[in-house]
């Protein structure tokens, strides 16, 4: 019978649909210590996180604005190991040691994605733009279901890794995945067991000294850019005739352009990491690819028309992210819930209506459109505009009582 990983199995079970809004992604970036010889306690190294977080919010936040979040936006904070609040938050629950975060000042933060498998890669593409920007940065990534990034390059590990020792083993760190080896001790045991998150970061700053690494250029992944209108090339690792390693970017001349820059991640001696994973890398870079698939690196979006009465119409044209708000409180609506929402919906009965376009995911709204839904005849408008636009019609009264859902959730 043919080997299949056991992360495999794992990445087979798992629905990446799940509509449990519990679900949700934690990620973490921590800083290197400084180079410059004054030392990191405790509030320099907050001030350098609170910087970090800034510039990076900078560098984030336009490229993600017309991203549609199905449940919760990117949100970066600092850790603060001091503030006891922070760690309830940061946290998955139910865990060990190895489900908690280094304790030192990092960056973090915690979304929920609900049934959207695109917003959690949206997360990675991000992670991946910012450990590859940045030197000295590390990233860790889990989900509901666990260790996320392993789970989907599952075909690429190697077979000493188990989910049982993975915690803590896996990182995003010049904008590529690196896995933790087991140690020699390890190997004289004959197995390798879960690391604390503090040791698993401790071990890769030593075993990643001396790189140089930089912007965009991930070994084994995709050499993109948003300004580059979708044309891409190819990083690979190649052996010179003197035995060093090297990277090379094949595709086109454009991609060539924009990474001749010393941005190889190969060590001062000429060897690669030894916890680089380009495969697996590779893998990750596919499914960004696939999911993030507009010319803006982002999910495609789909806007179709609805039509409300005229202040609902107001409200989303105002705030669009409405839209999402409402379709997934309209998914999680309860008989009881609906019974008040009609109430508050007849309020605007005698309004105005007016066809207003909304932009949701593609996932979100082929998840509304295929919900049966009819509205109480007070919520509903006019014959002659609903027959004359029956889908318009249809996404309204549900996006209507979605809104009316959120109000009464206050």
């Not at 908690?100 to 049934?115: C, D, F, I, Y």
């Not at 995945?177 to 503090?198: N, T, Y």
Request: some cysteine; proline content about 7%.
């Amino acid at each position: 019978a043919a080997h299949v990983p056991r992360f495999a199995f794992y990445r087979l079970l798992l629905s990446p649909m799940s509509t449990d809004a519990s679900d949700s992604v934690a990620f973490h970036l921590y800083l290197d210590p400084s180079q410059d010889g004054l030392g990191d306690g405790p509030e320099r190294q907050l001030a350098r996180c609170r910087e970090a977080r800034d510039a990076w919010a900078a560098q984030l936040l336009p490229w993600l604005a017309s991203h549609v979040w199905e449940r919760e936006p990117l949100q970066l904070w600092v850790w603060d190991p001091a503030d006891s609040r922070t760690h309830g938050r940061g946290r998955r629950g139910g865990g060990g040691d190895e489900d908690s975060p280094a304790e030192e000042a990092h960056v973090w933060g915690r979304l929920s994605v609900g049934g959207s498998v695109h917003d959690e890669w949206v997360v990675v593409a991000a992670l991946l733009r910012l450990t590859g920007s940045e030197e000295g940065v590390s990233a860790t990534l889990r989900d509901g279901d666990g260790e996320l990034l392993l789970i989907e390059a599952a075909y690429s590990l190697p077979d000493w890794l188990t989910p049982e020792n993975a915690p803590n083993r896996a990182f995003l760190r010049g904008g590529a995945l690196h896995l933790l080896p087991p140690s020699p001790e390890d190997e004289r045991r004959g197995s390798a067991g879960p690391l604390s998150a503090s040791e698993g970061l401790s071990r890769l700053r030593r075993v990643c000294a001396g790189l140089r690494c930089g912007a965009a250029v991930r070994v084994g992944g995709v050499a993109s850019r948003p300004e580059l209108n979708g044309r891409r090339g190819t990083v690979v690792v190649e052996e010179s005739e003197a035995g060093r390693l090297g990277v090379r970017v094949e595709g086109l001349e454009e991609a060539l352009s924009l990474h001749r820059r010393s941005l190889s991640l190969v060590a001062e001696g000429g060897r690669p990491a030894a916890s680089l994973q380009p495969e697996a890398t590779s893998a990750l870079s596919r499914r960004v690819a696939l999911l993030c698939d507009g010319p803006d690196g982002l999910p495609l979006r789909h806007t179709a028309a609805a039509l409300l009465p005229l202040p609902a119409a107001q409200l989303l044209s105002s705030q669009p992210q409405l839209a999402a708000a409402a379709c997934a409180a309209f998914e999680e609506r309860t008989a009881q819930g609906l019974e008040r929402a009609a109430a508050a919906q007849a309020l605007h009965s005698n309004a105005p209506w007016t066809r207003v376009g909304v932009t949701l995911s593609r996932s979100a709204f082929a998840r509304l459109s295929a919900l049966r839904f009819a509205a109480p005849a007070a919520a509903k408008p006019p014959a002659a505009l609903a027959a004359a636009t029956p889908a318009s019609a249809d996404l309204g009264a549900k996006l209507g009582f979605g809104l009316a859902l959120l109000l009464l959730r206050g």
